[in-house]
């Protein structure tokens, strides 16, 4: 299997945990992402996405004022660069997000999405085929 290293997302977009959601939401929306990562003192802390927007500030008739750092998950692993893609898949599946942070040497390098993940499957699985295609058709 593949390490993810290739298909990460190397400009993470970061934002202070102070930032209102609705700010948050207006970025992602023009640069067509789905998470930002939150930043306290310089230092990202964690990563808000669409669906934390969705489902902990407006389903929730929270307002749009209401700061990142509130709305961000807590609970999610920060992978490590040399992950592959089936670990990452589980534990995108198990946690129920989308989106993750990746570090290298304790350092935030990127984020990977399941939009990444789910390339780097099909690279993968075209790759096979046109190995196939090769040992088959013998040339």
Not at 6 to 15: F, G, P, Q, S
Request: include cysteine; glycine fraction near 10%.
């Amino acid at each position: 299997m593949a390490t993810i290293e290739r298909h990460v997302t190397r400009e993470v977009m970061a934002l202070d945990d102070s930032t209102p959601c609705a700010d948050a939401a207006r970025l992602m929306w023009e640069r067509k992402i789905g998470s930002v990562a939150v930043r306290r003192g310089g230092k990202i802390v964690g990563l808000v996405s669409e669906r934390d927007l969705v489902g902990r500030v407006l389903a929730r008739n929270g307002s749009a004022g209401l700061p990142i750092g509130e709305a961000m998950r807590t609970d999610l692993p920060v992978l490590p660069l040399d992950a592959d893609e089936r670990e990452v898949a589980d534990i995108m599946k198990s946690h129920f997000t989308r989106h993750l942070l990746v570090e290298q040497g304790g350092e935030i390098r990127g984020v990977i999405s399941m939009r990444d993940v789910i390339q780097l499957m099909l690279d993968e699985k075209q790759f096979l085929i046109d190995q196939l295609h090769v040992y088959i058709g013998g040339r």
